[in-house]
C-alpha cells in the first residue's frame, strides 16, 4: 500500500471507532482547584480540539473535545494566595507534618489516581495522538514513579534519623520544604513529566500551583477530586488558562519560591525574568534538545538503524530525548538508509488506539506546514526526501520525511523539529561530529553507536563535558527514572530523577548543638516527649 493510499483511509468515520474508545458528548470543564475546593468558572473557556479528524461526507471534521477555563490574571493570583496561606512562611501544618503522614496522603491520592487509569488513558490518546500502548505505559509509569519517589524519600528519612558527632558537635540534618512552587509540564508527556516534578515537590512539603500543558489539558480533570480529597486545603491548587496571562501574573508576583518548567529555553528565561528577586527563586527546568546519533563505521548496522528508527519517531518524534539529528559514517550512510527506510516503511499510521500503530496524528496546530517549510528548505539546499512518501500529510497528520545529505545551511541542521522529520549527515571526519556537539546551543543527551573501542572511547571523552547522558549503541532516553536525567547549555537546570528530585524541591537543615550532657539532656527529652516534628529518631518502615 502506498501512503497516498494511506492516508486516504486515515482518519476513520465516527462509525468505525471502537465503542470502547469513543468519548461521547464534548466535556465543558469549567472546575478548577483553589484552597481546597473546586470552584466553578463563569468566564470564557478555551476550546480543547483532538489531533483526531473524522471522515465524513462533507470532508475531514476535527474532533471537539470540550472546553476548560480560561481563567485571568485576578483567578490565577487567589489560587497563588491559597497557597501562600497553606505554605505560611513555612509554618503551615503541610510544611510542618511529619514525613510519614505526607507519604500517606501521597499514597492516597495515589490510590485514587488509580481509580481513573481507564478515562485518563483515553483522554490521552485523544488529546496528543498518543497511542493506546504508550498512553496506559504513560499513566502506570507514572504511578511507579509515584512509588519510587515515596520509597526514596522513605530512606532518605531514615538516613537522617540519626544524629552525627563532628568536632564536639551534636547535629541532626535534615531536608525541609523550600516554599511555594509553580509547576508547568510538557504536552507530550502531560502526566508523566509533570508528576515527575509536582509530587516530589509535594512531598517534600513544598505547597503547590500546577497548571497543565497546553495540550493534555482534559486529563487532569478526573484527577481533580483526588487533589482536592488527598491534600490539605491549598496544598495543591490547580489552574488553566494562558500561560501569558496567568503564569506571567504568578512570577511577577515574587511569590514562587520554586519554578518547575518543562518546555522552551526561552520561555522559561522569559518567565524567570519577571520575578522581582531571581536570586530566590530556585528552578528545575527540562528544556530544549538536539540530540545526535553518532553512527561510526564500524558498527552492528542492524542495532543502530532499530535503536534509530525508535529513538527518532517514537510518539513521533515528539518527545525532548528523541535523536533530531542522525550523523552517519560515508562508508555505511547508503546501508544504513536502505535499512533504516525499510524500518520506517513497516511503521504502521493510523489512530491511536488501533492496535500496532506507531504513526499518529500530531496535537500542535500549525506543526504540519512547520515541518513541511523544514523539508522545503531542506530540498531547496540540497536534500532530498529519501524515503517513499516521506512529508506527505492530511490534516493533522504527517508521514516521516528522511532528509539526505543534510548541511549545516539547512534549518533543520540547527532547529528543534519535534516531529517526525529524520535529517540525515554524511561524515568522513570524525572531527566535525566533535565540532557540531561543542557548538551547539543544547546539551542533553547523545548516541553513538559503534563497536570500534577507541572510537567510542574517544567520543565518550570528547562529549563526556558537554551532555547530561551518554548512550552507547542505544537511543536516547529518560529512564529508568533512578538514573539522573540533567542536561546542559540550554537543555536544562537542575538535575531530576526519583533521587535528585527529593533534594531539587528541598534544602537542607541543621539542628547543632555542643556536646554536652546538659545538651545532650535536652535533646533527649524533646525527642522522648515527641515535641518537634524536626528533631525526632523515628524510623519510617
Not at 480543547?48 to 470540550?66: H, K, M, N
Not at 517513499?388 to 493533522?396: F, I
Not at 532528509?403 to 571526519?429: H, K, N
Request: with cysteine.
Amino acid at each position: 500500500m502506498t501512503t497516498a493510499s494511506r492516508l486516504d483511509t486515515l482518519f476513520p468515520t465516527l462509525a468505525e471507532i471502537p465503542e470502547q474508545y469513543r468519548l461521547g458528548e464534548p466535556i465543558e470543564q469549567r472546575d478548577y482547584l483553589v484552597d481546597g475546593r473546586l470552584l466553578t468558572w463563569n468566564g470564557p473557556l478555551a476550546t480543547v480540539r483532538s489531533p483526531v479528524f473524522l471522515a465524513t461526507e462533507e470532508g475531514d471534521q476535527q474532533v471537539i473535545l470540550g472546553s476548560t477555563p480560561q481563567l485571568d490574571a485576578e483567578a490565577a493570583l487567589v489560587a497563588l494566595d491559597a497557597a501562600v496561606r497553606a505554605y505560611d512562611n513555612g509554618q503551615g501544618a503541610w510544611p510542618t507534618m511529619r514525613v510519614v503522614e505526607r507519604i500517606q496522603h501521597v499514597e492516597a491520592f495515589l490510590a485514587r489516581m488509580r481509580e481513573q487509569r481507564e478515562v485518563v488513558v483515553k483522554l490521552l490518546m485523544w488529546e496528543i495522538g498518543k497511542n493506546l500502548k504508550d498512553s496506559e505505559k504513560e499513566f502506570d509509569r507514572t504511578c511507579d514513579y509515584i512509588v519510587d519517589t515515596i520509597d526514596a524519600l522513605k530512606e532518605l528519612d531514615r538516613r537522617s534519623s540519626r544524629f552525627e558527632l563532628e568536632q564536639d558537635t551534636l547535629g541532626q540534618i535534615r531536608r525541609v520544604p523550600l516554599g511555594v512552587t509553580l509547576c508547568m509540564g510538557p504536552y507530550n508527556y502531560p502526566l508523566n513529566e509533570t508528576f515527575t516534578t509536582l509530587i516530589p515537590a509535594l512531598i517534600m512539603g513544598n505547597t503547590v500551583v500546577f497548571k497543565p500543558a497546553k495540550f493534555g489539558v482534559l486529563l487532569i480533570r478526573p484527577l481533580l477530586e483526588a487533589f482536592r480529597d488527598s491534600f490539605p486545603a491549598g496544598v495543591i491548587n490547580v489552574i488553566y488558562g494562558g500561560g501569558r496571562e496567568t503564569v506571567s501574573a504568578l512570577m511577577a508576583s515574587g511569590k514562587i519560591d520554586v519554578f518547575a518548567f518543562i518546555g522552551t529555553h526561552k520561555g522559561a528565561s522569559a518567565l524567570k525574568k519577571l520575578h522581582p528577586r531571581p536570586h530566590r527563586l530556585r528552578a528545575a527546568l527540562g528544556l530544549d534538545a538536539k540530540n545526535p546519533g553518532i553512527v561510526l563505521p564500524e558498527v552492528d548496522l542492524d542495532n543502530a538503524v532499530n535503536e534509530a528508527v525508535t529513538g527518532a519517531l517514537s510518539f513521533n518524534g515528539q518527545r525532548c530525548t528523541a535523536l533530531k539529528i542522525l550523523f552517519v559514517h560515508e562508508d555505511v550512510v547508503d546501508s544504513f538508509l536502505d535499512k533504516f527506510n525499510s524500518k520506517l516503511a513497516a511503521l504502521k499510521p493510523g489512530m491511536p488506539w488501533e492496535s500496532g500503530v506507531a504513526l499518529t496524528p500530531l496535537p500542535e496546530e500549525g506543526k504540519t506546514d512547520y515541518l513541511k517549510d523544514l523539508v522545503a528548505d531542506a530540498v531547496a539546499k540540497g536534500a532530498r526526501v529519501v524515503n517513499p512518501g516521506g512529508g506527505q500529510s492530511r490534516g493533522s497528520f504527517f508521514y516521516p520525511a528522511v532528509l539526505y545529505p543534510v548541511s549545516a545551511d539547512m534549518r533543520v541542521y540547527q532547529e528543534e523539529q519535534f516531529g517526525p522529520v529524520v535529517p540525515v549527515v554524511a561524515y568522513r571526519d570524525l572531527q566535525k561530529v566533535i565540532d557540531y556537539v561543542l557548538d551547539s546551543d543544547f546539551g542533553q543527551q547523545l548516541s553513538i553507536f559503534g563497536s570500534n573501542s577507541a572510537q567510542v572511547g574517544r567520543l565518550v571523552d570528547a562529549f563526556a563535558n558537554q551532555v547530561g547522558r551518554i548512550n552507547i549503541n542505544a537511543q536516547c532516553q529518560r529512564g529508568p527514572d533512578s538514573y539522573p536525567f540533567n542536561g546542559r547549555k540550554n537543555s536544562a537546570e537542575g538535575t531530576l530523577s526519583v533521587h535528585d528530585a527529593l533534594r531539587v524541591f528541598s534544602i537542607r537543615t541543621l539542628v547543632a548543638t555542643k556536646f554536652q550532657e546538659s545538651n545532650k539532656a535536652l535533646v533527649s527529652e524533646i525527642i522522648r516527649n515527641r515535641e518537634s516534628t524536626f528533631l525526632t529518631t523515628d524510623y519510617i518502615f
